[in-house]
């Protein structure tokens, strides 16, 4: 993974448009954030796997980064985005990581299935 | 108050996440393996879902479960654990499993080990939603046994009410025996324990109360069976 570069991000969002894509979407504070701190209220979110088909997406903002993806009937979108990445099978990984290191937030799109 | 550990003929360790067996009971793991006794663990997930991926990342979300898969086998290795077992389930959705397929689980390892002990947490008392699914699990599958063929049950506990609602740890043992594996199994889980272990390390050094104790005695609380809260599926 490394910083995000929008161009390549965009180019990549581009490119997964219009066709039968899967992704993995996730937002988390952490399955301790409450015990460690009683005040803190914890909420997240995941879905894998999920088959979705945009019309058109885009990456926005100065850093963390927002992507939004606009499907026929609906919306995906995902923000506080800092780092891609491709993995072996050419799906975009996009990642937030928090300034302590943790992952705050994913999104990733890819033609075949996640793993696991 | 401190307690021997028993001699037992076959010790069954299960855990949801690769590193919860390294915190709270790599001691004891490493205890009843110098004695030569069998101890099975298996481990329900490769917490797959970890956060601690770095920044700058050192790991993505797809490829931390084969990073924490080998750190698991490194632990096991430190710790002497002879059977290992992943049983493939996902990090932090053991408690949308059908419950009665998690009990079974635990039971097909209760009628194929026939061990003497289990350890894994506390039901109500473990924090982490896949903690607590997999103390369920335990309870569900060893109360299906008559009572006089049950294993001991014992438990790890930490959620922040422990103390005034399920009271002081029944067993508390002194592991500084074997401080060093205990060390090289927190090591070898080092994408999740980096940070820890350095601010542990310090405080180690310094002997700082909290932390000596923390690390060189481990706690276990007997299941409260005239208390069971687990329910009937």
Redesign the interface.
């Known amino acids: 993974?490394?910083?995000i570069i929008t161009a390549k991000v965009q180019e990549s969002i581009d490119s997964f448009a219009n066709q039968e894509v899967y992704i993995?979407l996730?937002t988390?504070n952490?399955?301790?954030a409450s015990?460690f701190d009683?005040k803190f209220f914890s909420a997240g979110a995941?879905i894998r796997n999920a088959k979705i088909s945009y019309e058109h997406g885009k990456i926005v903002g100065e850093g963390p980064y927002r992507v939004g993806l606009k499907l026929a009937i609906g919306w995906v979108y995902a923000e506080g985005l800092?780092?891609f990445?491709f993995?072996e099978k050419g799906?975009l990984?996009l990642?937030g990581?928090?300034?302590?290191?943790?992952?705050?937030v994913?999104l990733?799109i890819g033609k075949e299935p996640?793993?696991? | 108050m401190l307690t021997e550990i028993e001699k037992e003929e076959q010790v069954l360790v299960i855990f949801p996440h690769p590193d919860d067996e390294a915190f709270g009971v790599s001691g004891t793991i490493a205890t009843h393996r110098k004695r030569g006794t069998p101890v099975t663990y298996a481990c329900l997930t490769?917490g797959?879902?970890g956060?601690?991926?770095?920044?700058?990342?050192f790991a993505?979300?797809?490829?931390l479960?084969e990073i924490r898969k080998a750190e698991l086998k490194n632990a096991a290795e430190a710790l002497d654990i002879q059977d290992l077992r992943m049983m493939g389930l996902?990090d932090?959705t053991l408690e949308f499993e059908d419950d009665c397929k998690m009990a079974d689980l635990v039971s097909n390892l209760l009628a194929e080990l026939k061990p003497s002990l289990v350890i894994s947490f506390y039901p109500g008392f473990a924090?982490?939603?896949?903690h607590e699914a997999t103390a369920r699990a335990v309870v569900r599958a060893v109360r299906r046994l008559p009572e006089g063929e049950r294993p001991k049950l014992h438990l790890v506990a930490f959620?922040?009410n422990t103390d005034t609602d399920l009271g002081a740890p029944d067993l508390v043992y002194d592991i500084s025996d074997v401080f060093e594996q205990k060390m090289a199994a927190l090591r070898a889980h080092i994408s999740q324990t980096a940070?820890m272990l350095k601010e542990m390390e310090k405080l180690l050094h310094q002997k700082d109360e909290t932390t000596v104790q923390r690390i060189m005695f481990e706690r276990f609380w007997n299941y409260r069976w005239d208390d069971d809260k687990v329910s009937e599926l």
């Open positions: 993974m490394e910083p993995h996730e988390t952490g399955a301790y015990h009683e995941y800092t780092h990445g993995d799906r990984l990642a990581h928090g300034f302590d290191g943790k992952l705050a994913a990733q996640f793993k696991y | 490769l797959e879902m956060r601690n991926l770095g920044n700058p990342p993505t979300r797809e490829s479960p996902r932090k924090v982490h939603p896949d959620a922040n940070w």
